[in-house]
């Protein structure tokens, strides 16, 4: 079964920088989507950035310019390199894959598989 593990979360300052990685297992084929998703308590889940198998990218407003979704289909490991962080992203981050028709940021739904999150916590 398809496993998706975060790692590299943590703690900084504002204005620090953080990597993100997730690493895949147990499926046949790379899937055609994968992203990140952030949660804070008490909101819906909402999405980051997405990757396509092509390297097509879809980012969030909130971090386009900031942070950099990218993904090595060869190490089955998808990455968000995160600059400028501010406390507004503090959030626990989720990774998921998925082989619906689009690959958007805000496409949850359409993403199958996702990882437990990792906590991602930016102080001013």
């Known amino acids: 079964q398809v496993q998706l593990v975060e790692s590299g979360g943590g703690e900084r300052q504002s204005g620090g920088s953080l990597r993100l990685s997730c690493t895949a297992s147990g499926y046949s084929a790379s899937p055609y989507c994968m992203g990140w998703f952030r949660q804070i308590p008490g909101v819906e889940r909402l999405g980051v950035a997405t990757i396509d198998t092509d390297g097509k990218t879809s980012y969030s407003p909130s971090v386009k310019g900031r942070f950099t979704i990218s993904r090595d289909t060869a190490k089955n490991t998808l990455y968000l390199q995160m600059n400028s962080l501010k406390p507004e992203d503090t959030a626990m981050y989720y990774c998921?894959?998925?082989?619906?028709?689009?690959?958007?940021?805000?496409?949850?739904?359409?993403?199958?598989?996702w990882g437990k999150g990792i906590q991602v916590t930016i102080s001013s």
């Open positions: 998921a894959a998925g082989n619906g028709y689009y690959c958007l940021y805000n496409d949850y739904l359409g993403m199958d598989y």
